[in-house]
Structures are given as structure tokens and as C-alpha cells.
């Protein structure tokens, strides 16, 4: 470049063709898109579908990200590829959960008090406790349990998660068991 000054964007495109696996990376996105595009379809709830795409992109990057770190050969197995699919669809729902509207009529004045703050507080601490407990669940337990938590039923979770309804009722009910025994625990009564 003229007077000996890279732009940012030139030692991007420098950085990127000096790497040994740019030409096989493009091929690599594009595998990696096709398998996560499916295990999203499979796995995204209905009032997420617009954000597909985004979601895909996202996994496609961890994937990136995961093979760049492990030897130019790894490959992620079937089960690796819903967990990514599975953790970048509840990050979806964390960022664009469904807003509810209350129906209220013209006329309803609502008090002009703020929000009670011991209900505050109790609500703060529920939500940490519940927290913690669906975090000792081991990962089988706590997947069932949030996709539960979510809204959906045991064999809406067998389907996205590939297992027999046996199992994800088993993981299921027993991941609730440990939520109550943590809860109970923490002084809360479920």
C-alpha cells in the first residue's frame, strides 16, 4: 500500500489467504451449514422460525471456532451438532422471548404505586435458585427439564432431542425430582 499503511481490512484479507485451511474453510461452512440447518429445522420452536437463519449462522461460527482449536480433520458427530443447535436456539429464546400483552381496558387506571420490593426480591431470588438447581442437573436431566420449562411436552422433547419417549419422560420427571429436592433444599417450597 502506498507510504507503507495497511487498512484494517487489508490485514484481514492478508491474515485470512495466509492460513492454511482458507480454501477448505468455504467447503467446511457450507458442510457445516447444511447439518446445523437441519438440526435447527428440527429442533427450533415455531414462533422462532424467523430467526433461523441467524440461529444456523451462529452454530456455524461455534463450529468454526471448535474445529480451528482441534486438529484440521475433526469432524463433530451427530450429537454435537444438537448440542450446538440446542444451545444457540435457547440463547434465540432468551434474546426474543415472546413478549405477553396484557388486555387492559381504556379506562383502567392501574395503581401508582411501583412494584411491591419484597416481591421483588422473592421473584429475584426464585429465579437464582431455579438457576442453580437446573445448573447441578446433569446435561441429559437438564436439557429434558428446560425444553419442559419452555412449554414443551414429553414427546415434543423426545422428537427434538432424538431420544424414545421412554427416555425423555424418565429425564424428565426425574430431572423435576432433583429440581424439587434442590429447591426444597434452598428453602423453597415448588
Known amino acids: 500500500m502506498s507510504g507503507g499503511h495497511e487498512q484494517p ?7 485470512l489467504e495466509s492460513r492454511e485451511n482458507a480454501p477448505n474453510e468455504g467447503a467446511e461452512y457450507i458442510r457445516f451449514e447444511k447439518l446445523l440447518g437441519e438440526e435447527v429445522r428440527r429442533l427450533c420452536p415455531h414462533w422462532l422460525w424467523n430467526h433461523r437463519e441467524d440461529i444456523v449462522q451462529e452454530g456455524v461460527i461455534t463450529l468454526l471456532k471448535v ?3 482441534r486438529e484440521a480433520n475433526w469432524r463433530p458427530n451427530r450429537s454435537y451438532l ?13 434474546k426474543h422471548r415472546p413478549q405477553e400483552v396484557a388486555m387492559a381496558p381504556a379506562d383502567f387506571d392501574p395503581p401508582s404505586a411501583g412494584p411491591d420490593p419484597h416481591r421483588e426480591h422473592l421473584r429475584r431470588e426464585i429465579i437464582e435458585a431455579v438457576r442453580e438447581c437446573l445448573s447441578q442437573l446433569v446435561k441429559p436431566r437438564r436439557l429434558a427439564v428446560t425444553l419442559f420449562l419452555l412449554g414443551d411436552g414429553v414427546p415434543r422433547i423426545a422428537e427434538r432431542m432424538n431420544w ?3 427416555k425423555a419422560s424418565n429425564l424428565v420427571y426425574r430431572g423435576l425430582a432433583n429440581m424439587r429436592d434442590c429447591l426444597t433444599r434452598k428453602g423453597l417450597k415448588p
Do not use: E, L
Open 82 to 94: 444438537r448440542d450446538v443447535a440446542y444451545t444457540r436456539i435457547v440463547d434465540a429464546m432468551r
Open 164 to 166: 424414545t419417549r421412554r
Open 67 to 69: 474445529k480451528r482449536k
Open 9 to 15: 481490512f487489508d490485514r484481514a484479507i492478508v491474515s
